[in-house]
């Protein structure tokens, strides 16, 4: 690889860090072909990259971001960055799960809207259930008063009819 090679790669890397909603710093000492190709599929389904470059070019892609300097203190040895563009969540459970099925993978550090998370906070947010099984949670908790209090009118004419049909009967 040229220097002119290094430095659009660079750029990219840039590029791809500040696009991204989340990114994952993983392990990748190890890993075959097929395991990572397997990963980088199930990761595009998610809207994520996994890319895989030399530390030291990884390490001048995020001189200049102050917010990543936790990345920079742990990029060392066989690492890739998984960039995120859609969903942290989901991408961060995909991960969780391929780390758990095989031994190469391990995960090392997670940022997400701009914080660190170590490896403890991403196995917190994939352990998280999905966005849609979120929002019908709440969905159903703002819906509670509302069922009710519908409720509490139903009876209340349900008693009305009640008294009514009693005093029809005394008459």
Do not use: C, H, W
Not at 28 to 45: F, H, I, M, Y
């Amino acid at each position: 690889m040229n220097r002119q090679q290094k430095e659009t790669l660079i750029d990219n890397l840039q590029k791809d860090f500040s696009a991204s909603e989340a990114a994952y710093l993983v392990g990748v000492r190890g890993l075959s072909v097929n395991a990572t190709q397997e990963l980088r599929s199930k990761l595009r389904e998610k809207g994520a990259v996994l890319k895989i470059a030399k530390m030291r070019l990884f390490k001048r892609a995020i001189v200049d971001n102050g917010a990543l300097n936790d990345f920079f203190a742990q990029l060392q040895d066989q690492r890739g960055v998984v960039f995120v563009y859609e969903e942290p969540a989901s991408v961060a459970k995909v991960l969780y799960d391929f780390a758990k099925s095989n031994e190469y993978l391990s995960l090392v550090l997670g940022y997400v809207d701009q914080e660190i998370l170590d490896v403890e906070g991403i196995k917190y947010i994939a352990l998280l259930p999905s966005r849609e099984v979120l929002l019908a949670q709440v969905l159903g908790t703002m819906q509670a008063p509302v069922t009710q209090f519908v409720g509490i009118l139903r009876m209340l004419l349900v008693r009305l009819l009640v008294v009514l049909k009693k005093i029809e009967e005394k008459k």
